[in-house]
């Protein structure tokens, strides 16, 4: 069972319900594996993992580029941009005046510690190194690059960076405020068949459960899979099921309708 953590096992408050916390619990209890996969870095993800017992078992992150055995820190799979596509995106940001995340080792790296940037780490609960002019900046592939704008930027600039950088990257939006862009091979779709290969679950034995548009390729990829209700429309299409609740909850009524606990 894959599991995005941002308003789907997380609450508004960025935390997990007793609640979910419980019925996750009496899955796991019952045989049946759950992990997570995020948008977020590893470092970020760390400590839900630890809340949920997940010791033993992958962790998908970066929308998939980036997979770590937990709670070692291995890097099991990676799968970062490419340098000359991460310029490209730094060059049309900084162009526009647009706040461009960079990641590195699973290291926050922003141009300014500006109000988006507080914003982000608040919520992320990392450390954000400025480095002034990301195109400058970067000598390395970055694991992922994150946009971060108002809603409205967001939608008006998106067609344009998917454009930009061609369909051989992933551009989507995990977030009203935050459009996210990663290699070819880094969707959580990917990591979500790599954990289930590792562990030799088959794909239709695999559940699915998000709420944004990243995670529209791990539902395409899994047997099952639950948008929540708070999801936009578009992600609801596509899954299977829609789980009721709202963030945080909506994983325990996925669990139950589906005679898991």
């Given amino acids: 069972m894959g599991l995005d953590l941002d308003g789907t096992l997380l609450n508004v408050e960025h935390r997990i319900p007793v609640r979910t916390q419980e019925a996750v619990?009496?899955?796991?209890?019952?045989?049946?594996?759950?992990?997570?996969?995020?948008?977020?870095?590893?470092?970020?993800?760390?400590p839900y993992a630890q809340q949920l017992g997940l010791a033993g078992l992958p962790v998908g992150t970066y929308n998939g580029a980036a997979i770590w055995d937990f709670p070692s820190g291995k890097l099991l799979s990676h799968e970062p941009m490419p340098l000359e596509a991460c310029k490209r995106l730094a060059a049309f940001c900084e162009a526009?005046?647009?706040?461009?995340?960079?990641?590195?080792?699973?290291?926050?790296?922003?141009?300014?510690?500006?109000?988006?940037?507080?914003?982000?780490?608040?919520?992320?609960?990392?450390?954000?190194?400025?480095?002034?002019?990301?195109?400058?900046?970067?000598?390395?592939?970055?694991?992922k690059m994150l946009i971060v704008a108002e809603p409205d930027e967001i939608q008006g600039i998106k067609p344009e960076v998917l454009e930009l950088m061609g369909p051989t990257f992933n551009v989507v939006q995990s977030?009203?405020?935050?459009?996210?862009?990663?290699?070819?091979?880094?969707?959580k779709g990917h990591a979500l068949a790599w954990i289930a290969n590792s562990l030799g679950i088959p794909r239709e034995s695999v559940m699915a459960?998000?709420?944004?548009?990243?995670?529209?390729?791990?539902?395409?990829?899994?047997?099952?899979?639950?948008a929540m209700e708070h999801s936009m429309d578009e992600v609801k299409r596509a899954a299977n099921y829609v789980a009721k609740g709202g963030p945080g909850i909506g994983v325990v009524d996925a669990l139950e309708r589906m005679g898991l606990v």
């Fill in 96 to 143: 526009k005046g647009l706040h461009l995340n960079a990641y590195m080792d699973d290291e926050l790296y922003v141009p300014s510690m500006s109000e988006r940037t507080r914003d982000y780490v608040a919520v992320a609960g990392v450390e954000a190194h400025p480095v002034g002019s990301v195109f400058l900046w970067l000598t390395r592939p970055s694991t």
């Fill in 209 to 226: 459960v998000g709420d944004a548009g990243n995670d529209m390729a791990m539902f395409r990829w899994a047997g099952t899979s639950f």
């Fill in 175 to 187: 977030h009203p405020k935050f459009l996210e862009v990663t290699g070819e091979r880094a969707t």
């Fill in 25 to 46: 619990a009496a899955a796991r209890a019952r045989g049946i594996k759950v992990v997570i996969v995020t948008g977020r870095m590893y470092q970020s993800a760390r």
